[in-house]
């Protein structure tokens, strides 16, 4: 595996702090899938560090991107764009889920990266 570049590893630790800002926000205001769904304020509080999540991927060199495919990273900026877009509304289905489940696995991968390095 090659070295990963200080840009690449300064883009990772930013996505890796936006999960955690995620998971504190979660805690902190006890926000749940029924809360997420019904409080604007709440979902856009947690939307914005996904945002952010997919504006650093976006960021990430060609050869990260190679070398870590197993993590999605065009799905990332994707989410993204759908978003900040709108392309519509947003699935507040989808969206908890995203953040449920895909956050909490993205930092683990990322945070593996970089102890890797």
């Not at 304020?41 to 947690?46: P, S």
């Amino acid at each position: 595996m090659s070295a990963l570049s200080t840009r690449d590893a300064s883009i990772l630790e930013g996505i890796v702090s936006n999960c955690n800002s995620i998971e504190d926000r979660i805690e902190r205001h006890r926000v749940d899938r029924t809360v997420f769904i019904k409080q604007a304020d709440l979902r856009e509080m947690l939307l914005f560090p996904l945002i952010q999540i997919g504006e650093l991927a976006n960021h990430l060199s060609e050869q990260a991107l190679a070398t870590y495919d197993d993590i999605p990273w065009s799905d990332i900026v994707g989410m993204r764009h759908m978003i900040v877009h709108g392309y519509g509304t947003i699935d507040t289905t989808w969206a908890w889920t995203t953040i449920a489940q895909d956050v909490p696995e993205l930092k683990r991968l990322c945070s593996s990266i970089l102890e890797g390095r």
